[in-house]
């Protein structure tokens, strides 16, 4: 979606050390917590996300996107199922 590779590549080797405004930093930090920690979740996590301009929809949106790659993650998991080619060699699918 960005155009951006530096941005793309420090994103993926640690969205903490990218060039990230705050809302997005927080928002990321919020899914980070919720995917490895999802017990340690607190009021205070939501507000952090309200205070950086999220409305009650976006947070909601935040949640159920973290929740469902969770999900999937975990069936794939679960069943063995392994990863394409094209992702084990950093490539892109064919469209």
């Not at 420090?10 to 919020?30: E, H």
């Not at 995917?35 to 950086?52: G, I, N």
């Amino acid at each position: 979606m960005t155009k951006d590779e530096s941005l793309v590549e420090q994103l993926s080797t640690d969205y903490a050390q990218a060039a990230l405004g705050a809302a997005d930093r927080a928002m990321l930090d919020y899914a980070v917590k919720l995917t490895r920690t999802p017990w340690a979740m607190v009021e205070s996590d939501v507000e952090a996300l309200r205070a950086q301009g999220f409305s009650d929809r976006a947070i909601l949106d935040i949640v159920q996107i973290t929740a469902y790659y969770a999900y999937v993650n975990r069936i794939a998991d679960g069943l063995g199922v392994g990863l394409e080619d094209y992702w084990e060699r950093g490539d892109t699918p064919d469209a």
